[in-house]
């Protein structure tokens, strides 16, 4: 499973840095923008220069409304800055074909320029609160698009958590469904530790992370700590030893 998390300027992916050695993806976001809330293309820049080159940086593009064309600009707008994970929040998208013909303009506009680019197309556990496509359509979604990834977050920062909205088997059969298409499966939305085993068990590929590595565990006011970047790395990895363990005695 993959480390992602998501420094909010370039003071904390400097954080991000000094634990490099501990999480897989910096993630670009600007929290007071939204869940998946766009920052400048000059932060992306500065962020892709201020961590180690083997790390790759992801970008946010937005809680996107549904203007393809907008969308794709922005996308391609991320990919120049030098991401090389671009996520789209398909905020906007009331229907499965609004969202597969936002993600189809994201993925010509981001692979034409960089074809070894990784574009995720991400749903909401809370859909049913803002009026987005439902979350379980997301894995169909990303795969008729040509996406690489399909993605749940959390749209409402309000205390509830992922497993509040999908709970655990849900989260399996988005997983399963994303991997028989071929996709990886990311999840994210205020994941807490004891989130982890259960995260391991159903074989999610990336896990997206903010405020269970920020002092006080507050995505808002906290800021990253490496100390709690490394303590939450060190805890993945037991949950995958004992979980590898226990599927080799079986």
Known sequence: M???????GVEEALACAEAAEHLDIVDV????????GANFPWVIREIRAAVPADKPVSATVGDVPYKPGTV??????AAVSGATYIKVGLYGCGTPDQAIEVMRGVVRAVKDFRPDAFVVASGYADAHRIGCVNPLALPDIA???GADA????TAVKDGTRLFDHVPPDACARFVQQAHAAGLLAALAGSVKREDLATLTRIGTDIVGVR???CEGGDRDTGRIQPRLVASFRAEMDRHAQEFAATTAAR
């Open 143 to 145: 795969h008729r698009s």
């Open 2 to 8: 993959l480390l992602l998390i998501s420094p909010d």
């Open 72 to 77: 794709a600009q922005a996308a391609l707008g």
């Open 211 to 213: 405020g269970a590595v």
């Open 29 to 36: 976001k600007k929290p007071d923008e939204g869940s998946l």
């Open 150 to 153: 399909a993605m749940l977050d």
